[in-house]
């Protein structure tokens, strides 16, 4: 059995508890963050009329705190424009004014810096509705 000396033992401990409260800080701030646009957004969707099964659980386990599989496509790249409709394997693909307007906030809230390439996006399709 390895035994750690007498004197040393205390600062080992701090040395350790120091860097679990590091972590877990780390952890509660992006937490809170991905908590807080969820919540941004469930109440933007509601007060919209789209997403109303939309939770704040549900919002922060699909988004998380940045998003991703929606704000990537709007990176400036790419003339096409990724919404949520019919999934309908080869058949077209049915795009609603809720799909748009939902897809808007998300990219509000997540990755605002993008949303004037959603909006350019939008604007080919023929939508001319914008919050």
């Known amino acids: 059995m390895n035994r750690i000396p007498r004197g040393r033992s205390l600062p080992v401990v ?3 508890a120091a860097i679990s409260i590091g972590v877990a800080g780390c952890g509660a701030d992006t937490s809170s ?3 807080q ?3 941004q957004l469930v109440s933007e969707a509601h007060a919209a009329g789209v997403g109303q099964n939309v939770t704040v659980e549900n919002a922060e386990a699909l988004y998380g705190t940045s998003a991703a599989a929606v704000c990537d496509v709007f990176n400036g790249s790419g003339d096409e424009l990724n919404l949520p409709g019919n999934p309908a394997g080869r ?4 795009i609603t004014t809720d799909a748009v307007e939902y897809t808007r906030l998300v990219v509000k809230v997540y990755c ?3 949303l004037p390439r959603f909006e350019a996006l939008v604007h080919k399709l023929g939508t001319t509705r914008s919050s």
């Open 91 to 94: 058949y077209r693909k049915a």
């Open 14 to 16: 701090l040395a350790l």
């Open 33 to 35: 963050l991905s908590q």
């Open 37 to 39: 646009r969820a919540e």
């Open 112 to 114: 605002p810096e993008r």
